[in-house]
């Protein structure tokens, strides 16, 4: 029973001293014993002409005791809505920046919603963030004004009802009727008229026709026709649509790629080396993996409460991260030339990629530098490699910026991992906020700091040492051009095959997975079903197979 009409059934029960009254008609005997028990719940009831049942005074022309000026939706409520925790995590979102993956848990603990809410809340606020760009272009076509003029939460609660008409099996009249008490509830009355009116717009046409509407033909207009139907922006189209080709791949797998960065990626687990195994985890509830010998699939929901998960035995990370670290904490094993059993992790919060190498290192006999630029990420980092620690892994922290390590410590580690700032166009699976906050002055900005940090991280490597130069992106920009730029820089620097050194962290029945022509690997969601990693595996020369410097090189 909802609240509303319990709220109802309390009233009625006053308005009539919670007495049972027996009418004289026969229709009493013929309800029989059922409806004196209803009426015993929810006090006496009454026929009107058309034979509808009324309560209480409503159809006598009084007004009924403990009757509310306020409209239905208008009255507190005292629960929290799955609705309402959705547009608490969005607002959160557009006004402090917050990441989705990250501010959505601690809003839905707050509010302790049952798991099914929990579940339809985390669906809607995704799912909303994700379409934002197609919503908008459905909302632009059902107002008068450009959406800029809009109040920003209003625009919200309206992408938050759209998403429910158009994507999700929610009744239409519950996701108008709700969506506009939610509108009433956090905006004012004014608010819940304006969204009804767009609303009823909105629903008047499906998804599909909608599309066939307000998304330019494919003919005319290709990137401007996925860029409503995928709801991403032109630029990240033409940026995947050139990654593709560039790693010789179909650029028609653009739609597939699209699609799959729409799709919630399955959470993910990895072991901890040494800390726990796939019996354990499967005890605890998980399944095999499907890409790497360190991971665990988990069904659905939160694995927090696991306890491998819950000790720090096993952490939640995607499978094409765990690939990028093992490539060098297994697959560099025969790539080394002089091993030292220096590593360094050059940008490592929040520490997943840290603690995959950190297990590693106790079998290899190494220590590990884990370096970052910001002191709270460097907390992060602390806590992600504290139960190797325990373990027996020696983990030294540093905070400062990755690229003065190479003029400070040059000529020291043996195994580098540059994981570089990028733009995560390759992980809009996880954060799909990330493709509406970012532009293509990002992609310059971030080439610059990425091109320094390779340098660093480069000169910071021991000569025979290997450096695996990493990012969350696709792009072009920030992968092929940086390795290409920073290779024609330095000749104290050779690439490696980084297909083999990928190979040997996949699991036996997963060796014979596609990573393309080499000598760099670009892992796919739609193809592997991990985030969009890349990975460049380079080698200092030995000083004397260097060549001196050229005019030409120039300064870096």
């Known amino acids: 029973m909802s609240e509303h009409h319990s709220r109802r059934g309390d009233d009625h029960r006053r308005s009539e001293g919670g007495s049972e009254r027996r009418r004289s008609d026969g229709g009493d005997r013929r309800r029989g014993e059922g409806d004196d028990r209803r009426r015993s719940e929810g006090g006496d009831r009454r026929r009107g002409a058309s034979g509808h049942e009324r309560s209480g005074s409503r159809g006598r022309g009084e007004q009924r005791r403990g009757w509310s000026s306020q409209r239905p939706s208008e009255r507190r409520r005292t629960t929290t809505s799955s609705r309402a925790v959705a547009f608490e995590a969005l607002e959160a979102v557009r006004e402090d920046d917050a990441y989705a993956n990250l501010v959505l848990p601690q809003v839905l603990r707050r509010h302790r919603l049952a798991p099914r809410d929990a579940a339809f809340a985390t669906e809607l606020f995704y799912g909303s963030l994700r379409a934002r760009g197609r919503l908008d272009a459905v909302l632009a076509a059902c107002v008068d004004r450009p959406l800029e003029k809009i109040d920003p939460a209003a625009l919200d609660v309206l992408r938050l009802g759209a998403y429910q008409l158009l994507d999700m099996a929610v009744a239409p009249h519950a996701a108008t009727s709700e969506t506009v008490a939610l509108a009433r509830q956090r905006l004012g009355s004014g608010a819940g008229g304006f969204v009804n009116a767009v609303l009823r717009r909105v629903g008047e046409r499906s998804l599909k026709e909608w599309l066939q509407e307000i998304a330019p033909s494919r003919e005319s207009d290709e990137v401007g026709h996925l860029a409503v139907v995928h709801s991403h922006p032109h630029w990240v189209v033409r940026a995947l649509g050139d990654a593709l080709v560039a790693h010789g791949r179909d650029r028609a797998e653009l739609d597939d790629l699209l699609a799959a960065q729409n799709t919630p990626p399955a959470v993910s687990l990895v072991m901890r080396p040494g800390l726990t195994d796939l019996d354990e985890m499967i005890d605890a509830g998980a399944t095999e993996g499907h890409l790497s010998v360190f991971a665990a699939s988990w069904p659905s929901g939160d694995p927090g409460g696991a306890d491998p998960v819950r000790e720090g035995r096993a952490a939640v990370q995607d499978e094409g991260s765990q690939l990028m670290a093992l490539a060098l ?228």
């Open 329 to 556: 904490g297994l697959g560099a094993d025969d790539l080394v030339q002089d091993e030292n059993g220096r590593w360094l992790d050059l940008c490592a919060g929040p520490g997943g990629k840290t603690a995959l190498l950190a297990g590693l290192t106790i079998d290899h006999d190494a220590e590990l530098l884990a370096n970052e630029v910001q002191e709270h990420r460097t907390r992060l980092v602390e806590r992600a490699v504290a139960s190797l620690v325990d373990a027996g892994a020696e983990v030294e922290l540093r905070t400062g910026d990755g690229r003065d390590i190479g003029r400070e410590m040059p000529d020291t580690f043996s195994r580098i991992l540059a994981d570089v700032p990028c733009t995560g166009l390759g992980a809009l699976r996880r954060r799909p906020e990330s493709r509406w906050r970012r532009s293509p002055a990002d992609v310059g900005q971030l080439g610059d700091l990425q091109r320094q940090l390779l340098h660093s991280a480069l000169d910071a490597t021991a000569p025979g040492g290997v450096l695996a130069y990493v990012t969350c992106s696709p792009h072009v920009a920030e992968t092929l051009l940086v390795v290409k730029d920073v290779l024609r820089r330095r000749d104290d620097v050779e690439q490696l095959d980084a297909r083999d050194a990928v190979r040997a962290g996949l699991r036996p029945e997963a060796v014979d997975t596609d990573l393309g022509d080499g000598p760099s690997v670009q892992l796919w969601p739609h193809v592997h079903g991990t985030d969009a990693m890349f990975l460049a595996l380079l080698r200092r020369r030995p000083a004397e197979a260097s060549a001196t410097p050229t005019e030409e090189t120039g300064p870096r």
